[in-house]
């Protein structure tokens, strides 16, 4: 019995309000397997688990939520401000994100899927650049990302400019990524952009 091949990695990421996420629900609408790391990083502290305990037994009861969870805002600015702890919370979340991926990628494998592709925000910070076979970034104008989190998250500009300041450059994405989608128009012409991008990078 042949084994089931391993699916090509694309790796999907863009500064916030950039419209990482618009590209990665136009490509998983089209029928194609996309992995949001950043939806299994939320479910490491947003479900009771070993990941969560030893994320309060690191940082403290303080950080535990009136419902039992991890007070994720809480930690939020405790990371944003300490990079020892930032460092901290990484390690103690990307192992389990890691499991996570590799189940869904096996899935992938045994479904005959040949592409996967992984929504990752911190793919470039984390220098996880050689782990795919391509890295597509979303780029957008600053003053549009910021205006677009603080329209549709609630936040207040410090707040976009405080993650803006820990993440990469967009010079830093141009220089390291293989493919660029420019979200500067609406959302017709990003998801044409994100398809054709898909296309070239599917032919390559």
């Not at 994320?55 to 403290?60: C, K, L, P, T, V």
């Not at 390291?176 to 991008?197: F, Y």
Request: net charge neutral; proline share 3%.
């Amino acid at each position: 019995m042949t084994s089931p091949s391993t699916p090509v990695r694309l790796g999907l990421t863009g500064g916030i309000g950039s419209g990482k996420s618009t590209v990665a629900a136009i490509w998983r609408a089209a029928g194609h397997r996309v992995i949001d790391l950043d939806a299994h990083s939320r479910a490491v502290l947003d479900v009771p688990g070993d990941g969560l305990e030893e994320a309060i037994a690191r940082f403290g009861e303080r950080f535990r939520a009136p419902g039992g969870t991890a007070d994720r805002a809480a930690l939020a600015r405790l990371v944003f401000s300490d990079p020892r702890a930032r460092a901290d919370l990484e390690r103690i979340v990307l192992a389990r994100v890691e499991q996570a991926v590799a189940a869904e990628e096996q899935e992938a494998a045994a479904a005959g899927e040949r592409l996967v592709i992984h929504d990752s925000p911190l793919l470039l910070e984390q220098h996880r650049d050689g782990d795919y076979r391509a890295v597509v970034a979303v780029l957008a104008r600053r003053e549009d990302r910021i205006a677009r989190v603080m329209r549709d998250r609630g936040k207040d500009r410090a707040y976009v400019e405080s993650i803006m300041a820990v993440q990469v450059t967009d010079l830093e994405r141009i220089r390291r990524a293989d493919h660029l989608v420019l979200n500067t128009a609406g959302r017709d012409v990003l998801a044409e952009r994100a398809r054709r991008a898909l296309v070239a990078l599917s032919a390559d």
